[in-house]
C-alpha cells in the first residue's frame, strides 16, 4: 500500500495541474500587448487576442484557434450585431462573475458574453469549444452555440444557428454567403452584402421539412438530423463516404468566403505532410450553382468564375481589371470610359465613330448568362458586333444561333461554360488617359498624341530584341522554315506579304525604328488582334543559330496574359517582317519614371502582373524559362494597362527537373544578382524582380545621382534596407497619400523586396512564394541585411 500512495500523489498533482491548466479563474485577464492565451488542456486549441491580417496593422480580434497548425487556423471570432469586433492595441478581455467582457484602452466595453446565470470559471475545452460554468459546473454559455464560418467536432448548429462566411481569407468581416435553416431544411444563400437579405439558395438539404440539427460528430462526420432521428446525408459528387479517423486527423467544416461549404482535415503528427486538405464540399460547382436575377454570383460584378483543383476562381475579361487587386472575388471594371456621352470629344466638335473609338474582342467558353436587355433575332455576327457597337449602352454581346443578346453593366453570374456561343466584349481602342492621381496637377497642356506616340517608340526600341530572337529563323531554308512553323502552329501564324502590306496601309503609319527595321501600325480583320504593331526587317544576324531557333521555339510555347504574344510572321522572297501585340503605352520605364507618377493601385497591379508572368515562366512552363533581365525597360504596357514581360533574347531554358542553371554573365547592371559574377546557381529573376519592386513602389530608379547631402538615397536598394531598419517606410513614398493609406501592403512589400534581393542566393524565395506573399496568402516574416552572410537554418 505505501508503494502505491506515491503513485497515487502523483496523479492527483497531475490532474490538479491539468486543471489548472485548463480552467479560468475569475478576474483573469488577457491583452494585446501579451502573446498569452488560455489554452485546452491538450494544448491543441487556443483562446485569446488574434491580429487581423489586413491593412489596420493596430487591430486585433478575440478568436479560438487551432494552436498546433502553423498558421493558428482561426474557429471561431467574437462578433457583434453579427460581425467581427475589432479591437485596437491596448484592449483587454476579463472573466467575472457575470462573464466575459472585452474594453478598449479607454474602458469602453465592446463585446460582452453575459449568460442568465453568475459564472464561477472558464474553460478551453480539447473539443475547441470555450465554456463559461456556474457552481454546479453547468455550462452558461458557450462558443459552439455562437458560431461564426466554421463547425468543428462534437458540435452542432440547431435550428436557430447559422454560419456566415467571412468576407475575404484573411478579412474576418461578415462575407457574403450564409448557411442556414428555413421550413425544415437545409439552404446556403448569396446575401446581398453587407445587409442579410438572402438571395435564393443555390444549395439545399432536403429534410422534408424535418430538420432538427446539423450535426459534426465526434467522429467527424456530417449530417443533418431530423426530429424522428433520422440521419440524412448529402449523396452527391463530391460528398461521399469517406474513412475519419479524429486520432489522425484534426476536422473542421468551413463555409469558406467563397460560399462553397467545405470538408477540412489536417494531419496531427508533425512527420506527415502539413496542411489543410480538402476531404468534401457542397456545391460541386458554385460558379453554375447560384443562377439568380439578383446579385453577382460566385465572383463580382464583370469577372467570370471557374473551378480549378476544387476550388472557384475569378478572372478578369480582357479590358477589365481587379477593382482590389488582392481581393479577386471582389469584381472587375473596365480600364476606359464606357457608356453614353463616355465617347464626346469635349471640345465641342464632332464626335468620333465607333469603330475608331472601340473594338470587338471574341471570347469562348465564358458566358454571363443573365442580364440581356435587348435580344435581336434573327442576327448575323457581324450584325450583332455592330448593334453593340453602336449602341452606347451595349458592354457585351452573346450571339448564338442567329440570335444577339445585348448586357449592359454591371455583368453578373459570369461563369467558364463550354457552350458554342460567342462573347463579344466591347473594349477601348484608344488609350487611357493621365495616369496620374485624379487630382494631379497639370500645368502645362500639350498635344496628347505626343506622349502617346513616345511611348509607342519606346514599346518598339523595347522589342527590338525580341525580335532580334526570331530573325534567324527566318532566314532558315524553306523546308526548316515549315518546320518550325509547323511546330509553332499553335501560336504563331504565317502571313502573306500582300496581307501585311494591306493590313499597313502600305506601310503608311511608321511607329518607330529599332535596330533592325521599321515598326508600322497595322490593322487586321481576326477580331483577337484588331490593331497590330509589323516589324519589317532589313538587316539578320547570322550568328548563334542554334541558340535563337531554341529560344524562339520556347516563345511559341507560352501562352500566358502577362507575356507579349507574339502573333506571327512572313517570309516571303526577300521580305521578312514579325506581326505582335500592339502594345499602346510603352514599357514601365516610360510610365514609372515620368510626371507625373502613376497611382498607387495602378503599381500595385503592375508589381502583381510582373510576378504571375515569372511564376508562369519558372514554374508552369512545360520548359522552365530563365529571363535574364528583367527590368522597367523589357515590361511592356497595353491598352488596358496590363504588364506584359517582353524580351525573351537573353533567356535560359531548363530542364523541367532544374530550379537553377549556370551559364555565362547575362543582364543589365543594377539588376544583376552578385552570384552571376561567382558562376554559381542562381534565382537572378528573383533578385530583379525584388530591385523592380523597389522601383514600382518608390517611382524612381535603382540607381541615380543625388543632391549633395542625400547621397545614402543614390542606391535604392540599399536606402530601401535602412529606411526599414529605422521603421521609416514612409519615406520611401513621400508625399504619396494612396501609398501611405495602404501602410501595411507597403510595409510587406518593402519586406518581400528585400527577401528577394538577398545577395546569398539560398536566401531568395522562389516566384511562387513571392506571389503568395504579395497577395497576403503567406507571412511575410522579417528580412535580414541583404548582405549578411551567416549561416541558414
Excluded at 89 to 110: A, F, V
Excluded at 144 to 151: S, V
Excluded at 436 to 446: F, H, I, M, T, Y
Aim: glycine share 6%; hydrophobic share 35%; charged share 20%.
Amino acid at each position: 500500500m505505501a508503494a502505491v500512495t506515491p503513485l497515487i500523489l502523483l496523479t492527483l498533482v497531475f490532474l490538479q495541474v491539468l486543471l489548472v491548466f485548463a480552467n479560468v479563474n475569475l478576474s483573469s485577464t488577457l491583452t494585446t500587448h501579451d502573446n498569452d492565451a488560455w489554452l485546452s488542456p491538450s494544448g491543441d486549441f487556443g483562446f485569446g487576442f488574434r491580429q487581423l491580417n489586413d491593412t489596420s496593422t493596430n487591430l486585433f480580434m478575440v478568436s479560438i484557434w487551432y494552436n498546433k497548425t502553423p498558421d493558428k487556423t482561426v474557429v471561431w471570432n467574437a462578433k457583434a450585431d453579427g460581425d467581427v469586433v475589432k479591437a485596437p492595441t491596448g484592449s483587454q478581455i476579463q472573466l467575472t462573475s457575470k462573464g466575459l467582457t472585452l474594453t478598449i484602452p479607454n474602458g469602453k466595453s465592446i463585446w460582452t458574453a453575459q449568460p442568465n446565470a453568475l459564472v464561477s470559471h472558464g474553460a478551453m475545452l480539447d473539443t475547441g469549444n470555450f465554456v463559461l460554468l456556474n457552481d454546479n459546473s453547468t455550462n452558461v454559455w458557450e462558443s459552439f452555440k455562437n458560431p461564426t464560418d466554421t463547425l468543428l467536432p462534437d458540435q452542432s448548429l440547431e435550428r436557430d444557428g447559422k454560419l456566415t462566411s467571412r468576407f475575404t481569407e484573411t478579412n474576418y468581416t461578415r462575407g457574403r454567403f450564409q448557411l442556414y435553416f428555413q421550413d425544415g431544411d437545409v439552404f446556403l444563400s448569396p446575401l446581398a452584402w453587407p445587409t442579410d437579405f438572402r438571395y435564393d439558395s443555390y444549395y439545399k438539404i432536403d429534410a422534408a421539412a424535418s430538420a432538427s440539427r446539423l450535426v459534426f460528430n465526434e467522429s467527424g462526420d456530417i449530417y443533418v438530423e431530423t426530429t424522428n432521428g433520422t440521419r440524412i446525408q448529402h449523396r452527391g459528387q463530391q460528398w461521399f463516404n469517406i474513412t475519419l479517423d479524429p486520432n489522425v486527423y484534426y476536422y473542421r467544416a468551413t463555409l469558406d468566403f467563397h460560399g462553397v461549404f467545405t470538408h477540412y482535415a489536417y494531419p496531427r503528427s508533425s512527420s506527415a505532410e502539413q496542411g489543410w486538405t480538402i476531404l468534401r464540399y457542397v456545391p460541386y460547382n458554385i460558379c453554375i450553382a447560384i443562377f439568380n436575377d439578383m446579385g453577382s454570383g460566385c465572383c463580382g460584378y464583370n469577372s467570370y468564375c471557374s473551378k480549378e483543383n476544387q476550388r472557384p476562381t475569378c478572372k478578369c475579361p480582357d479590358g477589365y481589371s481587379l477593382i482590389d487587386p488582392s481581393n479577386q472575388f471582389g469584381g472587375c471594371q473596365p480600364n476606359f470610359k464606357l457608356g453614353c456621352g463616355a465617347d464626346n470629344d469635349g471640345g465641342g466638335g464632332s464626335q468620333a465613330q465607333p469603330e475608331e473609338l472601340y473594338n470587338i474582342t471574341i471570347l469562348r467558353y465564358v458566358d454571363w448568362p443573365l442580364s440581356d436587355y435587348e435580344k435581336l433575332q434573327p442576327s448575323s455576327q457581324q450584325d450583332c458586333q455592330q448593334s453593340c457597337l453602336h449602341d452606347c449602352m451595349c458592354a457585351v454581346a452573346i450571339f448564338r444561333d442567329q440570335t444577339c443578346w445585348k448586357k449592359r453593366l454591371p455583368l453578373s453570374n459570369g461563369r467558364s461554360n463550354s457552350g458554342s456561343h460567342l462573347v463579344l466584349m466591347k473594349t477601348r481602342i484608344a488609350p487611357l488617359g493621365n495616369l496620374g492621381p485624379a487630382n494631379s496637377p497639370n500645368p502645362k497642356k500639350e498635344d496628347p498624341a505626343k506622349p502617346v506616340l513616345g511611348l509607342l517608340i519606346g514599346s518598339v526600341v523595347s522589342n527590338s530584341l525580341l525580335l532580334a530572337t526570331v530573325v534567324l529563323i527566318l532566314l532558315l531554308k524553306p523546308r526548316r522554315i515549315v518546320q518550325a512553323s509547323s511546330n509553332l502552329e499553335s501560336s504563331l501564324h504565317s502571313f502573306t506579304y500582300e496581307a501585311l502590306k494591306e493590313a499597313t496601309w502600305d506601310f503608311k503609319e511608321e511607329l518607330g525604328r529599332g535596330s533592325f527595321g521599321i515598326v508600322y501600325k497595322g490593322k487586321l480583320e481576326a477580331a483577337s488582334y484588331n490593331v497590330v504593331a509589323v516589324k519589317k526587317l532589313d538587316r539578320l544576324a547570322q550568328e548563334q543559330e542554334k541558340e535563337f531557333k531554341t529560344e524562339l521555339s520556347a516563345i511559341g510555347k507560352t501562352c500566358h496574359k502577362n507575356l507579349v504574344r507574339l502573333i506571327g510572321f512572313c517570309d516571303a522572297g526577300l521580305h521578312r517582317l514579325i506581326v505582335y501585340e500592339f502594345m499602346s503605352n510603352g514599357s514601365l520605364a516610360n510610365i514609372l519614371f515620368g510626371q507625373p507618377k502613376p497611382i498607387w493601385n495602378l503599381r500595385v497591379k503592375f508589381a502583381l502582373d510582373i510576378a504571375r508572368g515569372l511564376v508562369y515562366l519558372h514554374e508552369e512552363c512545360d520548359t522552365p524559362i530563365i529571363h535574364c533581365d528583367i527590368k522597367p525597360q523589357n515590361i511592356l504596357i497595353d491598352e488596358h494597362f496590363t504588364a506584359k514581360i517582353s524580351d525573351f533574347g537573353l533567356a535560359k531554358l531548363l530542364l523541367s527537373d532544374q530550379s537553377r542553371t549556370n551559364t555565362v554573365i547575362r543582364g543589365t547592371r543594377g539588376y544583376v544578382a552578385p552570384e552571376w559574377f561567382k558562376y554559381v546557381p542562381v534565382k537572378v529573376d528573383v533578385y530583379s524582380f525584388g530591385v523592380m519592386l523597389l522601383e514600382i513602389i518608390c517611382c524612381r530608379k535603382s540607381v541615380q545621382l543625388m543632391d549633395s547631402g542625400e547621397e545614402e538615397r543614390a542606391i535604392l536598394t540599399d536606402w530601401a534596407y535602412d529606411c526599414y531598419i529605422e521603421k521609416k517606410i514612409d519615406a520611401l513614398v513621400e508625399n504619396d497619400h494612396e501609398a501611405l493609406a495602404d501602410i501595411g501592403r507597403l510595409l510587406n512589400w518593402v519586406k518581400i523586396a528585400i527577401w528577394c534581393i538577398q545577395e546569398h542566393h539560398e536566401r531568395r524565395p522562389t516566384m511562387g512564394k513571392v506571389m503568395q506573399m504579395l497577395q497576403g496568402l503567406v507571412e511575410v516574416t522579417n528580412p535580414p541585411s541583404p548582405s549578411s552572410f551567416t549561416s541558414i537554418s
